[in-house]
């Protein structure tokens, strides 16, 4: 399977953990987002990279939040001292310059803070 | 800033017939990508169909059909013959145009879950 992996599915932790999701993109594309999905609502975008350069942060990605893409290859998003507002899934996606329309998405990573 | 708005929350279709999403949506750009996406439970999000805003001809994927009405920032999907894998959360999103110095991202709507019921 060559689509978009993401590591762990599920993770619970306790409030004041840090935890660390990784992302693997499909292996030819440049382009790798984070959103999150709270449950009733739609993504949210969170960040991007092209390469392993991170080009835009949204608002919703407070300083308790970083994501890296050290290499152009595959992402880490890792939130410090998790709150249980920050429970959601967090899904990444990838895709590929030109035609960067259509983004491919992983399975996520169902984040419970308790 | 965009927006996107599907007032559907939930809908059920009988199996072979046909159901119609709504979405609306927000925008100052002229160049944009209009989508939908399907996620079937506890599974991930895969792309239904698009559309160029630029296009005038609806989008076709098989079954999936969009009446794309741009005056009205109306993008609805019409699913024919309605199948019991179709059953999914359905959700419409927005992306800027290259033109507009987009960096591609997604803007999603709240979503409508469809159940196809046999």
């Known amino acids: 399977d060559t689509g978009v992996s993401q590591d762990p599915r599920h993770k619970i932790t306790k409030r004041g953990q840090n935890v660390t999701f990784r992302c693997d993109p499909i292996?030819?594309?440049?382009?790798l987002y984070w959103y999150r999905q709270t449950l009733g609502q739609g993504p949210e975008f969170l960040t991007y990279?092209?390469?392993?350069?991170?080009?835009?942060k949204s608002r919703l990605l407070s300083d308790r939040f970083s994501a890296e893409r050290p290499k152009g290859s595959f992402s880490t998003l890792e939130i410090q001292r998790t709150e249980q507002g920050d429970s959601a899934m967090y899904l990444c996606?990838?895709?590929?310059?030109?035609?960067?329309?259509?983004?491919?998405f992983g399975p996520g990573t169902r984040l419970t803070v308790t | 800033a965009q927006t996107v708005t599907q007032s559907q929350p939930e809908m059920s279709v009988q199996e072979a017939e046909t159901v119609t999403l709504s979405c609306t949506y927000d925008?100052?750009?002229?160049?944009?990508?209009l989508f939908w996406y399907k996620q079937p439970p506890s599974r991930q999000m895969i792309l239904v169909i698009r559309?160029?805003?630029?296009?005038?001809q609806n989008a076709t994927e098989n079954r999936f059909s969009v009446n794309f009405q741009k005056a009205a920032k109306s993008f609805s999907l019409k699913i024919s013959d309605s199948q019991l894998g179709d059953t999914a959360m359905y959700f419409c999103?927005?992306?800027?145009?290259?033109?507009?110095?987009?960096?591609?991202?997604?803007?999603f709507g709240k979503g409508t879950l469809l159940t196809v019921n046999p």
């Open positions: 559309q160029e805003a630029y296009k005038q």
């Open positions: 990279f092209q390469n392993e350069a991170q080009l835009e």
């Open positions: 996606a990838s895709s590929q310059e030109p035609g960067a329309q259509e983004q491919y």
């Open positions: 999103a927005f992306m800027k145009g290259y033109s507009g110095g987009s960096n591609y991202k997604l803007t």
């Open positions: 925008t100052s750009e002229s160049n944009y990508y």
């Open positions: 292996s030819e594309h440049n382009r």
